[in-house]
């Protein structure tokens, strides 16, 4: 098994924007849904966005129309382009399947949105 490694992350300030990139290669990437996670202090993780194999996306409600999530098969990376970001956009990332298994939850990258 090959965990997915996520980067991008980092601190920027409200209204910013941060592209998060995320490589994995092995068949059940190119078989499921590709997903974005994220998960505050205290909170549980939830589904940020998700891209099918036919390019078909769905986002949560609380990023719809300021992230938008991509894919590049030929390098077996999924990104998560987000724009205008809020405070509550503060949380580790996390990319996997959709929906997920346990065994493919890597290290996460933080993004912290901050004055």
């Known amino acids: 098994q090959v965990q997915p490694v996520e980067s991008g992350g980092g601190l920027v300030q409200p209204g910013g924007s941060l592209r998060l990139s995320c490589a994995a290669s092995?068949?059940?990437?190119?078989?499921?849904?590709r997903a974005w996670y994220r998960q505050a202090p205290g909170k549980q993780r939830d589904m940020v966005a998700y891209i099918t194999r036919e390019d078909r996306t769905n986002y949560a409600d609380s990023v719809k129309g300021r992230f938008t999530i991509s894919r590049d098969n030929a390098k077996n990376t999924v990104y998560l382009q987000m724009n205008s970001l809020k405070p509550e956009d503060t949380a580790v990332y996390y990319c996997n399947t959709f929906p997920s298994f346990t065994t493919y939850w890597g290290q996460g990258t933080q993004v912290t949105v901050s004055s």
């Open positions: 092995g068949t059940i990437f190119s078989i499921y849904p």
